[in-house]
C-alpha cells in the first residue's frame, strides 16, 4: 500500500523568500512521485513528476523537489515566492488507489505574504 | 484538444435524487479515474476504469457507480444522493502505465441537501 504525508496544511511565506512543502512517502514498490497545483475553483495541474530518473526534478514555474529515498521524501521548492503562487499544492504517489491510481495526501495550502 | 471535460460545473441535489456527472476525454487515454476532493482529506480515489468495458472500485466507491462503454466517457452516478456525497468531484484520465501524468477536468460541485 502506498501512502501520502504532507506536513502543514497552511505554510505562510513572505513573497520573494524562500518556498518549501514538504512530502513523504511510503511505497511498497519503486515510487513515481507527483506534485499538483490547484488554483482557487479549478482542476489540478501537474508542477512535476519523479519517474525514477534524475533524483533532482524540475518543473514549471521555478519550482523543482528533489526525490531522497533514504528519507522517503520529494519536497517541494522555489528559491523566491511569488503572489501567484498562492495555491494548494498536493504530493501524490503512483501505485495506490487501485491499477496505479494516484494516492494523494491532504494538500498544503501556500500563502504569499506581501 | 479539449482535453478533460466535466458536466455540470454545479449542481444542488436533494437527499435521495438520483443523477449522473458527465465526463469525456479526447485524448484517446484508456485509463479513466474519478476522485472527489473534501476539505482537509486531498483526493480520494471513487472509481476507475483501465479501459471500455473494465471498471473497479476506488478507495471510497460507496453510493457511486460507473461504466465505461467507450474510451472517451467514464459518467459517475449517484444512486441515491446523500449529505455525505456533497463535494468536489474531479474526472482525470491519462495513458496506461505507471508514470504517467493524470490530466483532470475542472470538477463538479455538488451539494447535497
Known amino acids: 500500500a502506498q501512502s501520502v504525508t504532507q506536513l502543514g496544511s497552511h505554510v505562510s511565506v513572505s513573497e520573494g523568500a524562500l518556498v518549501l512543502l514538504r512530502c513523504n512517502y511510503s511505497?511498497?514498490?519503486?515510487?513515481?512521485l507527483f506534485w499538483y497545483v490547484q488554483y482557487p475553483n479549478q482542476g489540478l495541474q501537474l508542477l512535476l513528476k519523479?519517474?525514477?530518473?534524475?533524483?533532482l526534478v524540475k518543473g514549471i514555474n521555478g519550482f523543482e523537489a528533489e526525490f531522497k529515498k533514504s528519507e522517503t521524501s520529494f519536497h517541494l521548492t522555489k528559491p523566491s515566492a511569488h503572489m501567484s503562487d498562492a495555491a494548494e499544492y498536493f504530493c501524490?504517489?503512483?501505485?495506490?488507489?487501485?491499477?496505479?491510481?494516484?494516492?494523494f495526501g491532504k494538500g498544503t495550502h501556500l500563502i504569499i505574504q506581501p | 484538444n479539449a482535453g478533460v471535460t466535466q458536466t455540470p460545473k454545479f449542481q444542488v441535489l436533494k437527499t435521495g435524487q438520483s443523477m449522473t456527472l458527465q465526463c469525456a476525454q479526447d485524448?484517446?487515454?484508456?485509463?479513466m479515474s474519478w476522485y472527489r476532493q473534501d476539505p482537509g482529506m486531498g483526493l480520494r480515489l471513487i472509481h476507475y476504469?483501465?479501459?471500455?468495458?473494465?471498471?473497479d472500485q476506488g478507495e471510497v466507491p460507496n453510493g457511486y457507480n460507473v461504466s465505461r462503454s467507450t474510451t472517451e466517457d467514464f459518467p459517475l452516478r449517484l444512486l441515491s444522493a446523500a449529505p455525505s456525497q456533497t463535494s468536489v468531484y474531479f474526472c482525470?484520465?491519462?495513458?496506461?502505465?505507471?508514470?504517467?501524468?493524470?490530466?483532470f477536468g475542472p470538477g463538479t460541485r455538488l451539494t447535497v441537501t
Open positions: 482525470a484520465s491519462r495513458t496506461s502505465g505507471r508514470g504517467y501524468e493524470q490530466y
Open positions: 511505497s511498497s514498490v519503486p515510487p513515481y
Open positions: 519523479y519517474t525514477s530518473a534524475a533524483t
Open positions: 501524490a504517489v503512483s501505485g495506490g488507489g487501485g491499477a496505479d491510481g494516484l494516492t
Open positions: 485524448m484517446n487515454h484508456e485509463y
Open positions: 476504469s483501465v479501459g471500455a468495458g473494465i471498471t
